[in-house]
């Protein structure tokens, strides 16, 4: 194996010492915008109370770490995430593959997941209470609806979009729609899969906050609920709070 030339390991030197400074300078903004938010609080120039201080959540994330009940609500946001992240990804790929392989499909049901798309999700979640329960799988089920129309939509975009001259090569070649699929389609829409799968998982997170508002005994969307209506740090399922 040759050694790298000396302009390669300039180029090498060059990304790497970029790399650090990026990092250094992000870490550095966010203390200074913790120290901002501190100092604020501190000067009463911002209200304690309403915005609270990085000390105070500190505060409260040590107590409620000390007794566990952070890693139980956490957990079971991560979780909901987690299940409904793999139902938006694994709907929306095939769904979107039926549309791309059925034209008819395809032009009679863009216009419904166009509205379903834009429609106000967190308006259909007290609609999923009474459908389905006050239960996970409500939380579940308005986690996927935030997410998964506008996922079939991009990638079904992006379907229609492959190279159309790799398909003609495979179609010359006696290939069936299977074959494009499989050789042409799916490989060349990696990078698209890979980039909406990284909105869906924010957006199922998102999803999954706005069910454990209305829908929820555990959770970091039912901490939220609980503390607005309180207005401490008393959580639940230990009945301590923060001074």
């Known amino acids: ?17 970029h790399r650090n400074k990026v990092r250094i300078c992000r870490i550095m903004l966010l203390v200074l915008l913790l120290a901002l938010w501190e100092l604020c609080a501190s000067l009463h120039m911002i209200d304690a109370f309403i915005f609270s201080s990085p000390r105070r959540i500190g505060s409260c994330f040590i107590k409620m770490a000390a007794d566990g009940s952070i890693f139980l ?14 139902l938006v990804v694994t709907v929306g790929v095939a769904a979107a593959v039926a549309l791309w392989a059925s034209r008819s499909l395809s032009e009679i049901l863009e216009p419904y997941l166009v509205m379903l798309n834009s429609l106000p999700k967190s308006a259909l979640a007290p609609l999923l209470i009474v459908w389905l329960g006050n ?21 079904h975009t992006g379907f229609m979009q492959t190279d159309p001259d790799k398909i003609r090569l495979i179609q010359s070649l006696g290939g069936t729609k299977k074959d494009i699929l499989l050789k042409v389609l799916i490989p060349s829409s990696v990078p698209l899969i890979i980039s909406n799968m990284k909105v869906n998982v924010g957006l199922c997170l998102v999803g999954v906050i706005i069910g454990e508002f209305l829908s929820a005994k555990a959770g970091l969307g039912y901490l939220i609920i609980y503390a607005s209506q309180v207005f401490t740090c008393e959580y639940p399922l230990t009945g301590k709070t923060m001074d």
């Open 73 to 86: 609500h956490v957990g079971v946001t991560l979780w909901e995430t987690l299940v409904s992240f793999f």
């Open 1 to 17: 194996m040759t050694e790298p030339s000396l302009s390669q390991q300039e180029f090498i030197e060059r990304e790497r010492y």
């Open 135 to 155: 239960n996970m799988r409500t939380i579940i089920v308005a986690a996927v609806s935030v997410a998964v129309f506008g996922s079939i939509l991009t990638l």
